[in-house]
């Protein structure tokens, strides 16, 4: 089975830099996509950013300029690097990994903590 495992998140000051790691147990390139997700506490999970098979990027206006999404393919890992953090940006951060293989297919990780101090 598939399985998508997220680690990085911590504390920060604001305007400080976290870099979050997705690492998958396939190779990324059988995902149609990545990306990430985050959901703060009474707000509801939104898409931050996501990496198509053919690698090109995607962001949510939010965190456009201060994150980037990239992959590394040899390690089977997506990364998001989170520059000029903000205090809004303190969430539950999910990698989600999609897959066709005769159905359409998510896997989610389990998720990882990035708190933003003022």
């Known amino acids: 089975q598939v399985q998508v495992v997220e680690s990085g998140g911590g504390f920060v000051q604001a305007g400080g830099a976290l870099r979050l790691s997705c690492a998958a147990s396939?190779?990324?390139?059988?995902?149609?996509?990545m990306g990430w997700y985050r959901q703060a506490p009474g707000k509801q999970r939104e898409m931050v950013a996501f990496?198509?098979?053919?690698?090109?990027?995607n962001y949510a206006d939010s965190v456009k300029g201060r994150f980037t999404i990239s992959r590394d393919n040899a390690k089977n890992t997506v990364y998001l690097q989170m520059n000029s953090l903000k205090p809004e940006d303190t969430a539950i951060y999910s990698c989600?990994?999609?897959?066709?293989?005769?159905?359409?297919?998510?896997?989610w990780g389990q998720g990882t903590q990035v708190t933003v101090s003022s």
């Open positions: 989600r990994a999609r897959l066709y293989s005769g159905n359409w297919r998510d896997y």
């Open positions: 396939r190779s990324i390139l059988d995902f149609n996509n």
């Open positions: 990496i198509t098979s053919g690698g090109s990027p």
